[in-house]
RNA sequence: CGGGGCGUGGCGCAGCCUGGCAGCGCGCCUGCUUUGGGAGCAGGAGGUCCCGGGUUCAAAUCCCGGCGCCCCGACCA
């Protein structure tokens, strides 16, 4: 890798900067012209938007929701080809690619080898691992009618080179990563690029001797991880999340606040998790008087909570739901929670170890009662009573139509095993800190696999005492494409994107008014190639266009300054600079104007 | 996979119900004017009306079939 100085850089601590000495496979173009920069500096673009290919628009396209879908289209960034799959166009395609090289730099940072793989793989070693049936795997044959899948991620591929190389456990530790095309074939890809079937991940496999070895490498993830995020600007947090069904031994997902986010997290002071999977203690209710025993009420046709709880008077968290399922496809459990709670499908799979669904209704009338009476009392199956319900008297199904009973008290007339499965609310608290919940869209994801993967495949190693052990792994996805899209979503306002600096498309968008040939013009010439002496990146606005599309076009894109040369400040001596985030302008004097520029750029967000 | 909606010039849309010259705004091209917040005047280019079939003297419009795209839900190693 051509590593070119970095002499002149405005911020050293970002060393690596886009279109520098780049030799990765992709179609990571130049933008725009180059102009050779001096031998041994950076080569340095030339960008004129008049001959720079960024196709703005003034309305959104109309089927756009999200508004960094919006405003992506807008400004120029990305084209759709197909429903899920997007074109970067080049202002775009520099904003993947400057989240890219930060990625790059962390992962390298904490051992990390970049490498290569490739999106068409045989279909056997999917097979071997027991995930050729997934429905998201896009399958294909070749020619020859050979069976042939499009790499959803790559765990089959690296950890069969290393089966085939590592020996001893003189081979380990391992990181591989790389940049590659992920394929899905998304049941419903929406908003933009957020979820695509089509798109960059960046994902990086340890391979260890054992448990606590991959603790070591999950825990250099977390530090490169942390650091990739607040590099990039993001707002985010690493929350807890769910193992899936690929079982695991801890996974955190990175997660990024926005609107458009298509998951919910948990989040209180000290405590963050997706609510898949967050614990928290619920609010309490107020429980009516105890009885001695279940009492029977009617309650004609009060098939729901809310019609039994005010036919009572009680609040809905002093009646008890039941949710009656079916595990393993046999086995029938009455999983009883708070009225005013809601079953955690995901949590109720973890504490149940098994797979499950919710039993039909003829199920339900056979073994339990009418549904929308049933309840625990009498129920002859296991009974897993929410750790929320408090002990009390609650109204429950009596098992019988028309009727329920109320002075219901768990362990006096049911018994029962104590679970976590309900959904936590807002309000809910953890360690006396109030949880708000918020929708978030996952950025990346760190996960423990263990021996999920090396044990289908044969990646093992002879330990010390030459025996044969199973290597442990992890794996660590991150979207370039998803950050670059929270980013507009977080930071974007009336006008259009603000982003974060260091993975804005241009550093400064210079703007040059009057007419071609103009004083001001003339002036915007000399700024530009000063500017571009800094080692910030310009985009030049040298369009034959009047004032009030370019401050349009630039706001609109969104790079964190925008200098404007025009008469109305170069007669005093100055040029004007504006602050994209918060959009407030000031004056610089004409002498040394790009230092102060480079100066400024220094302390943006 | 279930529900809803849409497909007409580069973008946004009207026209469809009630069949009869394919329109509007923006953008684009040429000229002149204009140049600190998407400017003005004049002239101009650009469309297999998603595709196929049917009905009809005549289909963007009605009928049948298909394809594509969006939204909600389900789903999302």
Redesign the pocket.
């Known amino acids: 890798m051509g590593r070119a100085s970095r002499g002149g850089r405005p911020d050293d601590s970002w060393p690596a900067r886009l279109g520098r000495g780049r030799r990765r496979a992709g179609p990571c173009h130049e933008a725009g012209q180059s102009e050779p920069g001096q031998p041994g500096t950076l080569r340095r673009h030339v960008t004129r938007l008049s001959g720079y290919f960024l196709?703005?628009?003034?309305?959104?396209?109309?089927?756009?929701?999200?508004l960094s879908?919006k405003l992506m289209v807008r400004a120029g960034l990305i084209r759709?080809v197909?429903?899920?799959?997007w074109s970067w166009l080049p202002a775009g395609w520099r904003v993947h690619q400057r989240i890219v090289e930060i990625v790059r730099e962390e992962m390298n940072a904490i051992g990390g080898q970049e490498m290569l793989m490739p999106v068409l793989h045989p279909a056997e070693p999917w097979r071997r691992s027991g995930?050729y049936g997934?429905?998201?795997l896009f399958k294909l044959k070749d020619r020859r009618g050979a069976d042939m899948v499009l790499a959803?991620?790559h765990e089959e591929i690296v950890t069969g080179h290393v089966a085939a190389a590592v020996r001893s456990y003189r081979d380990l530790p391992l990181i591989l990563y790389h940049f590659q095309v992920k394929e899905?074939d998304?049941?419903?890809?929406?908003?933009g690029v957020l979820?695509t079937r089509e798109f960059v991940?960046k994902?990086s496999y340890t391979f260890d001797r054992d448990a606590d070895s991959l603790d070591v490498a999950y825990q250099k993830h977390v530090i490169a991880y942390d650091r990739m995020l607040d590099r990039c600007g993001l707002e985010w947090y690493r929350v807890e999340s769910d193992v899936?069904?690929?079982g695991g031994l801890g996974a955190h997902e990175y997660m990024a606040p926005c609107a458009a986010g298509?998951n919910e997290v948990a989040i209180a002071p000290g405590y963050a998790a997706n609510v898949e999977v967050a614990t928290a203690d619920a609010q309490p209710v107020q429980l009516p008087h105890r009885l001695d025993a279940p009492e029977p009420v009617p309650t004609p046709g009060m098939t729901t909570i809310e019609a039994v709880a005010t036919a009572l008077s009680v609040p809905a968290g002093a009646l008890l739901k039941a949710f009656p399922v079916i595990v393993d496809g046999d086995r029938m459990s009455l999983v009883m929670l708070r009225g005013d709670h809601r079953v955690n499908?995901v949590k109720l799979r973890s504490a149940l170890r098994a797979d499950f669904r919710p039993a039909h209704p003829d199920e339900v009338a056979e073994r339990l009662g009418p549904p929308g009476f049933i309840g625990p009392v009498g129920a002859e199956m296991p009974i897993l009573l929410d750790r929320a319900v408090m002990p009390g008297p609650y109204v429950t199904g009596a098992n019988a139509p028309d009727e329920h009973l109320r002075g219901v008290e768990p362990g006096r007339d049911f018994a029962y095993e104590t679970v976590d499965v309900r959904s936590v609310v807002a309000g809910d608290t953890v360690a006396g800190g109030t949880i708000r919940i918020e929708p978030a869209i996952e950025v990346g994801?760190i996960?423990k696999l263990g021996t999920r993967y090396s044990e289908p495949l044969a990646a093992r190693y002879l330990d010390e005492s030459g025996r044969e052990q199973l290597i442990w792994m992890g794996?660590y996805?991150f979207g370039p494409a998803r950050a670059a899209a929270a980013a507009v979503e977080q930071y974007a306002d009336e006008?259009g994107i603000s982003w974060p600096r260091v993975i804005a498309p241009f550093d400064v968008e210079l703007v040059g008014?009057?007419?071609?040939g103009?004083d001001?013009r003339a002036l915007a010439e000399r700024l530009y190639a000063e500017l571009r002496e800094t080692g910030l990146e310009i985009l030049y606005d040298d369009r034959?266009?009047?004032?009030?599309?370019k401050?349009?076009?630039a706001?609109?894109l969104g790079c964190p300054l925008r200098l404007?040369?025009?008469?109305?400040?170069?007669g005093a001596g100055e040029?004007?600079v504006?602050v994209r985030r918060g959009?407030e302008?000031r004056t610089l004097p004409l002498q040394g104007t790009a230092e102060a520029v480079a100066e400024l750029w220094r302390t943006l967000p």
């Open positions: 196709p703005t628009e003034r309305e959104p396209p109309a089927d756009a929701e999200a879908h759709q197909g429903s899920g799959l995930r997934i429905d998201e959803m991620t899905r998304e049941p419903r890809p929406r908003a979820r991940m994902d899936g069904m690929m298509e499908e994801n996960f794996c996805g006008q008014l009057g007419r071609p103009s001001e034959d266009a009047g004032p009030g599309e401050f349009a076009d706001e609109l404007t040369v025009g008469r109305r400040t170069i040029i004007e504006q959009r302008s």
